[in-house]
Nanobody, 110 residues
Framework: QVQLVESGGGLVQSGGSLRLSCVAS????????LGWYRRASGTQRELVAG??NIADSVKGRFTISRDDRKRTVYLQMNRLRSDDTAVYYC?????????WGQGTQVTVSS
């Protein structure tokens, strides 16, 4: 069983930065196939970044990276905007998904 634990969210002003972390544990072969998703209130979960994919809305502002030794995937978020406010999750880039973690809340104030 794989456990994913996200952290690093918080309240930040528009234009600010945050770095999110996702630590993977359990029976996971590698973390290359993990990406970052987000779900804003009242919307569906969307893929933000993973593999070669990055959402148009975050291009040039968000960067995904990983530390294989720490089994951690990061999401560096710069020039944050109010429409980046959401709960952020990590998971596989395609089904079958691992059990979703609790996510980490990112709130951007204007």
């Amino acid at each position: 069983q794989v456990q994913l634990v996200e952290s690093g969210g918080g309240l930040v002003q528009s234009g600010g930065s945050l770095r999110l972390s996702c630590v993977a544990s359990g029976n996971i072969a590698n973390i290359n196939a993990l990406g970052w998703y987000r779900r804003a209130s009242g919307t569906q979960r969307e893929l933000v970044a993973g593999g070669i994919n990055i959402a148009d809305s975050v291009k040039g502002r968000f960067t995904i990276s990983r530390d294989d030794r720490k089994r951690t995937v990061y999401l560096q978020m710069n020039r944050l905007r109010s429409d980046d406010t959401a709960v952020y999750y990590c998971n596989r880039l395609m089904p079958p998904y691992y059990a979703w973690g609790q996510g980490t809340q990112v709130t951007v104030s204007s």
